[in-house]
């Protein structure tokens, strides 16, 4: 027995992920009055593109509109497209590992990704696209190029690796950058899995402290307690779903980033959840129809090993660390929640989608041919208790309402762009300091996009290249001026 394909799984009457689409809007004309106050502010000092921009705060235009996430195909569109490519945006120590060991070693299929199996080139260095089995195919292929760094995945692109036929399934944190190498011909089709982020942060600091396998690994560089962890930068990358959804990796998160993350997450992304793997593997299967597949392409005994190789991931997961979480409400929970704030947020939005996704495109049926057998599912003692810790945990997470967080974030925005304006303005009038126009206008880039991050550090006609050679010329000089964006 299996699931249904996609299509004919949809159920008629449950909420379709366009339904959530208006949702954001509606939510976004909520903010309406605080933002049109920033929106006229900026407009001030910005090019058209600035005011563009403003209007995406404004919800007067999507916000995937003009990024690399429109080359990704909707979630709600079931229709099978065999020139699609899967993408698996990973999210660390969020099962990434047991799902990566599925697809190669039990499905054997050719991942971009990266993996220590393979000893990868320089990306300048690769002339050509080619495939590198494992354990003679036994786990899989994987890509000559790492994928592990957005290096690795522009010169994919410069192969043309969307065309090339080469890759079942692309692996990488740097979904923004992956999503340039697909076009109106090869669309990628996003799907990760969410975990708790404050669980998920426990596990990496857990993680960290005995991975000498890992090639940054260092038994002098580890963090000694929770609460290093937490407070040291360098340890953590704070936000880390909401900065990779939106491609803010560096700077102050506004809430642009913010929307822009829960819509790439709303009609972009397959939502798979960490504690749920059983089913998530279900899903996975049935979406790609990775199960059909494998069943039309391989005897009764690869198929029965298949499935033995696949229950047995879900059950022993890789890179499993076993360690308990603190407290909630605990001085290392804070610690953790204060770095994951956007996160936790995110998070819980995720799992409305887990659920809303499971009425509209599944649906079980039973199925002679089917590769993976259904799971009925009987409600346990055990996770009766899951449930409700899990509801005392989203209730604390969300003690003030989406609308009274919203407005402090909001609040906080807007006295960011004051404290900016004052800083510029008083650069500008210190007549002490000679400042050339193509400084004024980084400047003003800065003041309207905030803070710089590391795909562009601005808009209009100011961008990274000629803040990079600005920096070259002064090398060696007084930058002073340029630390009011610090």
């Given at each position: 027995m299996?699931?249904?394909?996609?299509?004919?799984?949809?159920?008629?009457?449950?909420?379709s992920?366009?339904?959530?689409?208006?949702?954001?809007?509606?939510?976004?004309?909520?903010r309406?009055?605080?933002l049109?106050?920033?929106?006229?502010?900026?407009?001030?000092?910005?090019?058209?593109?600035?005011?563009?921009?403003?209007?995406?705060?404004?919800?007067?235009?999507?916000?995937?509109?003009?990024?690399?996430?429109?080359?990704?195909?909707?979630?709600e569109?079931?229709?099978h497209?065999?020139?699609?490519?899967?993408?698996?945006?990973?999210?660390?120590k969020?099962?990434t590992?047991t799902?990566?060991?599925i697809?190669?070693?039990c499905?054997?299929?050719?991942?971009?990704?990266?993996?220590?199996?393979?000893?990868?080139?320089?990306p300048?260095?690769?002339?050509?696209?080619?495939?590198?089995?494992?354990?003679?195919?036994e786990?899989?292929?994987?890509?000559?190029?790492?994928f592990?760094?957005?290096?690795?995945?522009?010169r994919?692109?410069?192969?043309?690796l969307?065309s090339?036929?080469l890759?079942?399934?692309?692996?990488?944190?740097?979904?923004?950058?992956?999503?340039?190498?697909f076009?109106?011909?090869?669309?990628g089709?996003?799907?990760t899995?969410?975990?708790?982020?404050?669980k998920?942060?426990?596990?990496?600091?857990?993680y960290?402290?005995?991975?000498?396998?890992?090639?940054?690994?260092?038994?002098?560089?580890?963090?000694?307690?929770?609460i290093?962890?937490?407070?040291?930068?360098?340890?953590?990358?704070?936000?880390?779903?909401?900065?990779?959804?939106?491609?803010?990796?560096?700077?102050?998160?506004?809430?642009e980033?913010?929307?822009?993350?829960?819509e790439?997450?709303?009609?972009?992304?397959?939502?798979?959840?960490?504690?749920?793997?059983?089913?998530?593997v279900?899903r996975?299967?049935?979406?790609f129809?990775w199960?059909?597949?494998?069943?039309?392409?391989?005897?009764?005994?690869?198929?029965?090993?298949?499935?033995?190789?696949?229950?047995?991931?879900?059950?022993?997961?890789?890179?499993q660390h076993?360690?308990?979480?603190?407290?909630?409400?605990?001085?290392?929970?804070e610690a953790?929640?204060?770095?994951?704030?956007?996160?936790?947020?995110?998070?819980?939005?995720?799992?409305?989608?887990?659920?809303?996704?499971?009425?509209?495109?599944?649906?079980?049926?039973?199925?002679?041919?089917?590769?993976?057998?259904?799971?009925?599912?009987?409600?346990?003692?055990?996770?009766?208790?899951?449930?409700?810790?899990?509801?005392e945990?989203?209730l604390?997470?969300?003690?003030?309402?989406?609308?009274?967080?919203?407005?402090?974030?909001?609040?906080?925005e807007?006295?960011?762009?004051?404290?900016?304006?004052?800083?510029?303005?008083?650069?500008?009038?210190?007549?002490?300091?000679?400042?050339?126009?193509?400084?004024?206008?980084?400047?003003?880039?800065?003041?309207?996009s905030?803070?710089?991050?590391?795909n562009?550090?601005?808009?209009g006609?100011?961008?990274?290249?000629?803040?990079v050679?600005?920096?070259?010329?002064?090398?060696?000089?007084?930058?002073?001026?340029?630390?009011?964006?610090?």
């Amino acid at each position: 027995m299996t699931f249904d394909s996609p299509l004919e799984g949809r159920a008629d009457d449950a909420p379709s992920v366009s339904s959530l689409r208006k949702l954001l809007k509606e939510r976004r004309k909520l903010r309406y009055f605080g933002l049109v106050c920033a929106a006229l502010f900026i407009s001030l000092h910005t090019s058209f593109d600035t005011i563009s921009r403003a209007r995406r705060m404004l919800g007067l235009q999507n916000y995937i509109t003009g990024t690399p996430f429109e080359n990704l195909r909707d979630v709600e569109d079931t229709f099978h497209h065999p020139e699609d490519i899967p993408l698996f945006f990973l999210v660390p120590k969020s099962a990434t590992s047991t799902v990566k060991s599925i697809l190669s070693h039990c499905l054997h299929l050719n991942q971009a990704s990266s993996t220590q199996a393979v000893k990868y080139e320089e990306p300048k260095d690769v002339k050509e696209l080619e495939l590198v089995p494992i354990n003679n195919g036994e786990g899989g292929a994987f890509l000559n190029v790492d994928f592990a760094w957005p290096k690795g995945i522009a010169r994919a692109k410069e192969l043309n690796l969307a065309s090339s036929g080469l890759a079942d399934v692309v692996v990488t944190s740097y979904i923004r950058e992956a999503s340039e190498l697909f076009d109106e011909d090869h669309q990628g089709r996003l799907f990760t899995v969410l975990r708790h982020p404050i669980k998920r942060l426990v596990s990496d600091y857990y993680y960290m402290q005995d991975a000498e396998w890992e090639n940054l690994y260092s038994e002098d560089e580890r963090p000694q307690s929770l609460i290093e962890y937490a407070q040291n930068p360098k340890f953590h990358l704070d936000n880390f779903l909401t900065r990779f959804l939106s491609g803010n990796r560096s700077s102050k998160i506004t809430l642009e980033d913010y929307e822009l993350a829960k819509e790439v997450l709303a009609t972009k992304t397959l939502v798979l959840v960490q504690g749920k793997m059983e089913e998530s593997v279900d899903r996975l299967l049935s979406y790609f129809r990775w199960n059909d597949q494998f069943v039309s392409s391989h005897d009764e005994t690869t198929i029965s090993n298949a499935e033995k190789c696949i229950d047995g991931y879900i059950n022993a997961p890789v890179n499993q660390h076993l360690h308990e979480d603190p407290e909630p409400g605990s001085e290392e929970w804070e610690a953790l929640r204060e770095i994951s704030d956007w996160d936790i947020h995110l998070y819980w939005f995720g799992i409305e989608l887990w659920e809303s996704q499971g009425k509209s495109l599944f649906k079980h049926k039973q199925n002679a041919n089917g590769f993976r057998e259904e799971h009925h599912h009987v409600e346990t003692a055990d996770e009766d208790e899951e449930l409700r810790i899990e509801e005392e945990l989203y209730l604390q997470d969300l003690e003030e309402s989406e609308a009274e967080w919203y407005a402090k974030k909001q609040k906080e925005e807007e006295e960011r762009v004051k404290d900016y304006s004052k800083k510029i303005s008083s650069v500008f009038e210190d007549e002490d300091k000679e400042i050339d126009e193509k400084k004024k206008n980084v400047l003003l880039m800065i003041h309207a996009s905030y803070e710089p991050t590391d795909n562009k550090i601005g808009v209009g006609s100011v961008n990274v290249k000629e803040y990079v050679t600005l920096k070259k010329e002064e090398k060696g000089k007084d930058m002073s001026w340029l630390s009011i964006w610090k």
